[in-house]
Structure formats: C-alpha cells, structure tokens
C-alpha cells in the first residue's frame, strides 16, 4: 500500500509541474500509467518518475522566471549579475569554500602578474611574505617585510593602517556596518594631532585596523561596489574553529611543500569568495585574517585587490599590458600595483589626469583625489613628475618610492597639509603649468601654452622678462618659477618684501618595514655589541625657511652681521637661519619634491629608503 501511494503521489507531482492550468483534484485511480514501460520494475518505475519529475519542475521554474514581469529600475544583465553575485556569497558562507578560478582566468592572472618567464626566486619572494606586525615594541605599529619584492603591497597597506590607527582610532572597535559612506570619510577641516605614543596600540586595534584597511583597500578597487577575498582551498576551511596558536600550526601544516610555480598549481589551491556587502567582508577578512598572516598572504592580497578590480579592467588601466606587473629582474611591485592599492585603478603613471600624445593616444594618470598618498626620490631626479593628487591626499600619510623599495612617510599633525598664502599661489601657478605639460614631466612647455598659463593665472609679465622666457621656443618650469618669485604681487609674482611668509617647522615620521641592523638598538653580548635586525622608524624634524631657496636663505644669513645699520634684515636673517645645519639623505630629496626647499634633520642614523 505505502508503494502504491507513492506512486500516485509521484505521479500527480509529475502531471501539477507539466501543466500550466491549476492541478485536477487527486483521484482514486490515476489516468495516465501508460506513461511507464510495461517492463520496467517498480522500483525501476519510481526512480524513472524522479527524474521526469525533476526535469518538469526544472523546465517549469524557467518558464516562470522568463514570463516574470522586468523590474523597472534594473536591466536583465543587472539582475542577473545581482542574483548570481548572491548565490555565490550564499554559497561561500554555507560550505565555507570559496570557487575555483576557471583555468582561463587562472592562466591570464598567472601570466598578467609574473608574466611568462619569472624566475623562481622571484616566485618565492611573493610566495613567502605574510601581512604581520612587527614584534619590537618600537615599531609595533607597523607590518615587517623578510623577502624583497612585496614591499609595494606591505607599504601601501601600511599607509592605510595608519590612517586608521592615527585618525580613527575610536572607530576601531566599531562594526563596520556603513563602510561605503566611511570610505572617502574626511574630519572636520580643523586641525587634529594624532598620538605618538605607537607602542599603545593592542593587538585587537592593531589587528582591526588591519581588517578595515584591507577591506576599504579592496572596495576601492571595486568601485566601491565589491570585493573579492582569495585564500587557500588547502586552508580556508580548516582554520574556522580552531583558536590562537593552534590556527598557525594548521596553516603551517597545510602550507609545507605548497609551491606556485605556474599557473595551472594557481588554479587547484586558489579560492575565491566575492561580495558586495562590506559588512560581510569585513568579517569574512577578520575570520581568514591567519591566512594573510601566513608566508602566501601578500601574493593572495594582491590577487585579492586584481580580481576585485577585474582581470580586464587591470589590462585596460594600463599603457602596456604585455608586460608582467611584478617587474624583473628583482620581482620588486610595479608602480601599477602601487597605484591599483592607492586609487583602485592599475594606471601607470603618477601624474594628474591624462596625458594625450595625438593620434588618439594618451598616457593614463591618476584621476581623483586619494586616502593616502605617494613620493617618489624618482622625481627629484627629474624622471617623473608626481601630480597634486597623490602629494596632496586627504591624510598626511604618503608612500614613498626609490628605485627598488616602498616605505611609509606620514605626520600626525594634518596642518602639515595647510598652505598658506605663498604655498596656494605656488600651487595654483604650478597646476596651471603642469595641465599644459606634455613633456611627460620634463617641467617644459611650449610658447603658446605659456601664453595660456600667464592668463589662467593673471601673471602680468615685464616685455623683456616674457620675451627672455620665449626666445627658445619653450619654457622651462625652473626659470619661469625664478621670474615669478622676482614678480611684485600686483603683477601676480610672489615677491616678499618680508620674507617671513611660507616658514614652517614640523615633524615627519618614516617607516621602513624591511628587517634590516639597527645600530642604535644593538645589544650587548658576550662578543660584543651585535645589531638587531629590526624594521626602522626614524623622527625627522622639518623646516621650510621662508626664502624661497636654500641659497638665498643661507646667503642673508650669512651677510647679516655685515648690515649692522639695517634692523629689519638682521631680524629676517635670525628668522630665515635653520634650526640646525641640514643633514642630507635621499628621503630629504623625496620631502623636498612635496615642500620645496625644505631642510631635514633627525637623530641617529639617516633614514634609509632602500
């Protein structure tokens, strides 16, 4: 009896889902068991009417979706990415696995990052940098870096650490439940000094702060719409449980022989999980924050940042595309990767905006204003030029670039941002000059484009001075700022006949994250006093004189005493005089490109940048 009960159940299931009219009552004899073979069994019967159950219901729920009404707000595509994207977050956080990459896209990433003939020491460089604090108590605050290569993705974290820890530090027990509306968040334009006190920090704000920056960094190369988080199929499911130390052991375990040699040993142990809820994210990067932590965990933040931006939309970010984003010969984080962390775009260059070269071709810059900043010693060499937007970001927290390492620059007080009078002229006549710039950051313009800056800027120049600036056929930044600082104001120049406007003194911090001999922190042995290895903070202190070069301050301040009988220059000079005799290192070269003719000077050994 129950088998033939089943057997009318399953059939009047099977007739309610192939019918469009509302289903016939049950009856006491069914009609259509001619359906079945004769010769078929009854079990064979039963699991034959399964199937042709489930392929009418399937075929039933697509006719209802397809006759479903459109949504007046949403396109078919919109809907559907909508729906897929929520199925795959439902699915991740049911089995708690992320989705393989298909072996196409695992390829292009393989290929877009190393390229095709990275070697395998830089492969193990990136497959052996964990995100992780620094255990010294001096410099607790910021992530250490053991291999070479990496430091692009550990500095540009590190900035945006800061940013939390220094400027936000009571938000950071807080749920990040309305990130979206936080992520360009900006204090009152008043003036705020964070503390200097860094070893403070817990380890849960430190570890929060960690969370929140990898989570805004990966949004921005979302646009702000989602973000994909890749782990580790060989760990991602089995440290969820487990506690402290014990976490460790697992991904120790599980990551023993692991290597990523190419692309198809990418594809079986990467996974990934997409989200459009920061919310959710936040707390899937605080459940997996171990596996960032681990020796894979800058290369899977990386790849966590090129997905969330789109394989396709890295490539169009770019000038060249063919070539690798981890550059050879040392695998050091090209300025791409660099860029795609600060602005969320994969762009090339460091400029403002857009170069156009004709003929329908333009190098791409950045093109909005940023959290965190960039500097580059490449600039005070004359190689680049780095637009407003990365020297002036929302926070006083810049990344600096030499010729082979990242390191982090910030202040704590934000009036280091502040211009005054001088400083905002300066600003504008330069952003002038530079928008007619298409010397690739040469600091050179032509005659026509000259004439366009002078009217932007209502700079009324002498004939002779113009026509000693046009006679070459183009102009040159530095002998056109030297006219402009010899101007009277009412013509638009930037002569002080005081010369006490545009001095500042400030302090700037620098964080170099690589484990190198610190001399001041040797310890004493048996044998001898032995360096320790340990990332390295340096305290610079930071004058602008008021004359608007360091020759010219220098200059009054040594032929003050012989104008007794003058009692306002001897008073400029005693004001113009540095603190201190300058000390010279590369990362002042770097300072001075953000505030010209600063002099640095700082105790102990000189900050390294390299």
């Known amino acids: ?42 079990e064979e019967s039963r ?60 390829h292009q990433l393989f290929a877009m990052v190393f390229g095709t003939g990275v070697s395998k020491d830089i492969l193990a460089q990136w497959s052996n940098q964990g995100i992780r604090f620094s255990p010294d108590p001096e410099t607790s605050m910021g992530l250490v870096q053991h291999e070479g290569g990496p ?12 940013k939390h820890l220094l ?57 702000n719409k989602r973000a994909v988080i890749a782990t580790l199929s060989v760990i991602s499911n089995g440290i969820e449980g487990s506690e402290g130390s014990s976490k460790d052991v697992i991904i120790a375990q599980a990551l023993e022989g692991l290597s990523i040699e190419s692309a198809s040993d990418l594809q079986k142990v990467l996974r990934v999980d997409r989200y459009t809820s920061p919310t959710s994210a936040f707390k899937r990067l605080e459940a997996m924050i171990p596996i960032f932590q681990s020796r894979m965990g800058a290369l899977l933040f990386l790849i966590s940042a090129l997905l969330s931006r789109g394989l396709d939309c890295v490539q169009a970010d770019r000038d060249d595309p063919s070539q690798p984003l981890v550059t050879a010969p040392f695998g050091h984080a090209s300025q791409e990767i660099v860029n795609l962390l600060l602005c969320g775009q994969a762009v090339p260059n460091v400029f403002d905006g857009r170069m156009d070269l004709g003929g329908g071709m333009f190098l791409k810059g950045i093109s909005t204003s940023v959290e965190v900043g960039f ?50 002229r ?105 360096p320790v290895q340990r990332p390295r903070l340096t305290k610079l202190r930071v004058s602008v004189p008021p004359r608007w ?23 400029d000079a005693e004001v113009a005089k540095p603190e201190q005799p300058p000390q010279h290192a590369p990362l002042a070269d770097c300072i001075r490109t953000r505030w010209p003719r600063a002099v640095c000077n700082w105790i102990g050994d000189p900050p390294s940048i390299v």
């Open 167 to 223: 400027f936000f530090p009571d938000e950071l027990g807080k749920v990040v439940a309305n990130m979206p509306q936080n992520l360009n968040s900006r204090r009152s334009k008043s003036q705020y000094v964070a503390s200097n006190n860094f070893s403070a920090f817990t380890e849960d704000a430190k570890a929060r702060a960690l969370v929140k920056s990898m989570s805004e960094m990966l949004f921005l190369c979302g646009n």
């Open 1 to 42: 009896m129950a088998d033939q009960q089943e057997e009318e159940d399953l059939r009047m299931a099977l007739r309610m889902s192939m019918q469009n009219s509302p289903p016939e009552p049950k009856r006491s004899k069914p009609r259509d068991t001619a359906i079945l073979p004769a010769t078929t069994t009854p």
């Open 426 to 530: 300066e600003s504008q006549i330069r952003k002038a000059f530079d928008a007619q710039d298409q010397s690739g950051g040469g600091g050179f313009i032509s005659v026509e484009a000259f004439h366009q800056v002078l009217r932007e800027t209502s700079i009324r120049l002498p004939s002779e001075k113009l026509d000693s600036l046009c006679n070459s056929g183009f102009i040159v930044w530095s002998e056109f700022w030297q006219v402009i600082l010899d101007l009277d104001k009412n013509l638009g120049g930037l002569k002080d006949s005081t010369g006490q406007m545009g001095r500042k003194i400030f302090d700037l911090y620098h964080f170099n994250g690589i484990a190198k001999s610190d001399l001041n922190g040797s310890q004493a042995t048996a044998e001898g006093e032995t």
């Open 375 to 424: 500097l580059t010693l490449l600039e005070s060499l004359n190689f680049c030029k780095v637009g407003q937007n990365l020297k002036c970001p929302r926070w006083p927290i810049w990344v600096v670039g030499s010729e082979s390492h990242y390191t982090v620059l910030f202040a704590l007080d934000t009036a280091v941002q502040d211009e005054n009078e001088l400083e905002e």
């Open 151 to 162: 430091c692009g993705v550990l500095a540009t974290i590190q900035a945006f650490v800061l």
């Open 47 to 106: 699991q034959l009417q399964r199937e042709l159950m489930a392929a009418a219901a399937e075929k039933r729920m697509l006719a209802a979706a397809k006759s479903a009404p459109p949504s007046s707000s949403q396109s078919k595509n919109e809907r559907s990415g909508d729906f897929e994207m929520k199925e795959a977050e439902k699915k991740a956080k049911e089995v708690n696995l992320g989705n393989e990459l298909s072996d196409k896209e695992a």
């Open 549 to 571: 070069t360091p020759e010219e301050f220098m200059a009054d301040a040594a032929v003050a005493p012989g104008n007794a009988g003058s009692e306002s220059s001897q008073k």
